[in-house]
């Protein structure tokens, strides 16, 4: 109505030509008002929801960089930031596998939780020997050695006698560690994970990425099981004789890489695995690499994974020097 008026005042003033050029200019005024968006509360967040979900898709560009430009070879694979829990990399990391040898962290945790003599001696026996795979051993039967250097054995070059002996002589015998190695599988949240043995042999002892690095993250807040795993070389007396045993991890010797626990596993079923916590791209990782397949690929994995997540900040740091 208030329009109309000035419409008819207008005309009665200026006449019809005049008029049709201040209804014009009218017109064109009300529709840019009309076209103008809505101001910003002042009270509110003074950035536009637009502008935060924008914020938020680059973010996550960020984080999630485009892993189409890492080829891993590893058929399951996960890496976590340890502080933050970030997912990293996720290949089928919810896939449950045979896990090999990686079984020796759990063994080495419920040993350590049950609080036994490390420096007790203990008798290598023949109910110790591999019957699944009839895999080596450089401990013959009647080897006597401390329980602390069979549980360095089994973690730094995986021996399996050594980590069946840890097992046979836990309180309450070999089934009594096996049962609590499931019960604190359950214990930290692994679903996926279950044990059949304390070595590893047997392909029962499955678990998946995700739960592993769960695992991996619990075994690090153990001293000597960090000590252990990254331990280089250590000379151990098997009775008369002294024997030299290396890690079975070659990027502890290598100086690029920051590792603060590392074990290895393999078996025909499980394909060769590395479980890792390290320092890569100035921050801590869990690394898990499972059912690799060639001697050298969970090396080569674990590599181009460094170099994949230390480039971004390579390059930053050189746009700010």
Same mark, same amino acid.
């Given at each position: 109505m208030c329009f109309l008026k000035v419409c008819a005042a207008v005309f009665s003033i200026h006449g019809e030509s005049m008029a049709k050029k201040y209804l014009l200019s009218i017109l064109s005024f009300v529709i840019c008002l009309l076209l103008l968006p809505p101001l910003p509360s002042v009270a509110g967040d003074p950035k536009s929801s637009t502008t935060?979900?924008?914020? =938020?898709?680059?973010?996550?560009?960020?984080?999630?960089?485009?892993?189409?430009?890492?080829?891993? +070879? $590893? %058929?399951? @694979? *996960?890496?976590?930031?340890?502080?933050?829990?970030?997912?990293?990399?996720?290949?089928?990391?919810?896939?449950?596998?045979?896990?090999?040898?990686?079984?020796?962290?759990?063994?080495?945790?419920?040993?350590?939780?049950?609080?036994?003599?490390?420096?007790?001696?203990?008798?290598?026996?023949?109910?110790?020997?591999d019957i699944i795979l009839h895999s080596h051993s450089r401990l013959p039967v009647?080897? =006597?050695?401390?329980?602390?250097?069979?549980?360095?054995?089994?973690?730094?070059?995986?021996?399996? +006698? $050594? %980590?069946? @002996? *840890?097992?046979?002589?836990?309180p309450g015998g070999f089934a009594a560690c096996v049962a609590a190695m499931n019960t604190k599988a359950r214990s930290l949240g692994l679903m996926e994970t279950h044990f059949d043995d304390t070595t590893g042999?047997?392909?029962?002892?499955?678990?998946?990425?995700?739960?592993l690095a769960r695992l991996i993250d619990a075994a690090y807040k153990y001293r000597l099981i960090r000590e252990y795993t990254t331990c280089k070389n250590a000379v151990v007396r098997t009775g008369r004789r002294s024997v030299q045993f290396c890690n079975t991890n070659r990027l502890i010797q290598?100086?690029?890489?920051?590792?603060?626990?590392?074990?290895?596993?393999?078996?025909?079923?499980?394909?060769?695995?590395?479980?890792?916590?390290?320092?890569?791209?100035?921050?801590?990782v869990l690394i898990v690499l499972l059912d690799s397949q060639g001697r050298l690929t969970r090396v080569?994995?674990?590599?181009?994974?460094?170099?994949?997540l230390e480039e971004p900040s390579a390059s930053a740091h050189t746009r700010r020097g």
């Open positions: 935060k979900a924008y914020s =938020r898709k680059s973010l996550s560009l960020q984080n999630g960089r485009d892993q189409r430009k890492l080829v891993l +070879r $590893s %058929a399951f @694979a *996960l890496v976590e930031d340890q502080e933050t829990g970030e997912l990293l990399i996720s290949k089928q990391s919810t896939t449950v596998s045979p896990i090999a040898s990686i079984t020796k962290l759990m063994t080495a945790m419920v040993v350590l939780d049950a609080d036994i003599d490390l420096r007790e001696t203990i008798t290598i026996e023949s109910g110790d020997r009647g080897t =006597r050695l401390t329980r602390g250097d069979a549980l360095l054995l089994a973690l730094m070059s995986s021996d399996n +006698r $050594s %980590a069946h @002996a *840890l097992g046979r002589t836990y042999l047997s392909s029962g002892n499955v678990s998946s990425a995700r739960d290598n100086p690029r890489w920051q590792i603060g626990l590392s074990k290895t596993g393999f078996t025909g079923e499980a394909g060769r695995c590395l479980v890792m916590q390290a320092q890569v791209a100035r921050r801590p080569g994995d674990a590599n181009r994974i460094k170099r994949w």
